[in-house]
């Protein structure tokens, strides 16, 4: 029932009722009695309608309405109507009482929604607040599993470097014993080509264990992502891949490890060309942004047509030794992250399956970090 109705349905029903009496031949009492009582069914709902005025408002309707079939068809006598008199009396406290009861209940139903309001956003709160933690949870059992991999990585590269060098420089000695296109030079080729991957694995894993000092000098991104394209442009060019370097005509010029950075920015190139098939490209560019604003930063972005990764494998590549290549270490992202991150700046992958990956990094710059050509 629409509320709007409600004071015509009290209405009605007080001028029903009072027809009800006048109509009603005097002779027939027990039928005024009757209809005296009705009067209290829409008193009692006005008050839990409308609370204390709304009750209050009814009874004081229904006496006016009463009073005169008192007054004029009864006589109006006051010691013969006394109880007529009374029952108008009680009208009126009647509404006034439910009124009070029922407008006291409705306040204190508001308080208990709002106390469970309060609750859910408490609760709510909270929920975030165990999920914020629970991730920070994750982050620090993932740096303690790193640091002692690292301790482990120290001792390991230390035993495995000096016999690995020993086999390597016996290999190179038995290779000139055989003449090129000897199958044991072959093999021998083989065995040196394999030490050095071992050698580098091994690089990779004091890269991961040791605090190296940063090497800190004025370095230019474009130098270095120009000396990565020499770098692998070979090996681009046997895979028929088409790689471009994009630079935007602000280099950035800022003190940084160099060395790091380009080692950063190689894991991420071969990465690129490793998914990415004959006839593909790889495509990095720089962009400047938010320039001559204390947040200005280089963004660096190298996007290939390979083969994309699906949110599964997203959420783990970062993870130290996770792999899907035959013979990945799975150390390029994670050493790549935390050089990143040690000066400063952030690596966002992007992908999609079939389409391609875009690893963007960010370098945060400092006023008079832009090179000469601002
Ligand atoms: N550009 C990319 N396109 C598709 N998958 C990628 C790309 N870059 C990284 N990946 C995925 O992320 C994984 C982790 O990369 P990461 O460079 O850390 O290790 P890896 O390349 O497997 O081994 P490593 O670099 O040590 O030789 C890869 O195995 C690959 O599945
Ligand atoms: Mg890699």
Known sequence: MKKVARPFILLLSI????????????????????YQR?????????AIWFGFRGGLTCSLVVSIAYAPHILF???????????????????????????????????????????????????????QQSERIIAIEEQLRRSEKLSTLGEMAAVLAHEIRNPLGSIRGTAEILR?????????????????????????????????SRQQP??????????ELEMIITLVSSDAKNRHIFLELQAHPLDAV???????????????????????PPGGNVIISTELRDENTPNAQY???????????????????????????????????AIAKKIIESHGGALLVESEPGHGTTVTVTLPIQKDATGGKL
Not at 38 to 46: F, K, M, R
Not at 96 to 117: D, M, N, P, W, Y
Not at 255 to 266: I, P, T
């Open 299 to 333: 963004n660096i972005r190298f996007r290939d047509s390979g083969s994309g990764i699906d949110a599964d494998t997203l959420t783990k590549i970062f993870e130290p030794f996770y792999t899907t290549k035959p013979d990945g270490t799975g150390l390029g992202l």
């Open 73 to 127: 068809q009864w006589g109006g006598e006051i010691v013969v109507e006394i109880e007529k008199y009374l029952e108008i009396v009680l009208y009126n406290i009647v509404g006034a009482v439910t009124g009070l009861l029922a407008q006291r209940e409705r306040e204190r139903s508001i308080e208990l929604q709002k106390t469970a309001e309060g609750l859910k956003a408490s609760y709510r709160t909270l929920e």
């Open 176 to 208: 000139d014993d055989y003449k090129l296109g000897d199958p044991k030079h072959e093999f021998i080729e083989i065995q040196i080509r394999e030490t050095e991957r071992l050698n580098r694995v091994v690089e990779d894993f004091l890269h991961m």
């Open 254 to 276: 800022f003190r940084a490890d160099g060395e790091k950075l380009r080692q950063a920015f190689l894991n991420i190139v071969i990465n690129a060309i490793q998914a990415t």
């Open 38 to 46: 009705l009067y209290y069914l829409p008193i009692i709902l006005a």
């Open 214 to 223: 940063m090497k800190l000098h004025q370095c230019s991104i474009q130098s």
């Open 15 to 34: 001028i029903g009722i009072s027809l009800l009496h006048y109509l009603t031949p005097l002779n027939m009492p027990y039928l005024h009695d009757i």
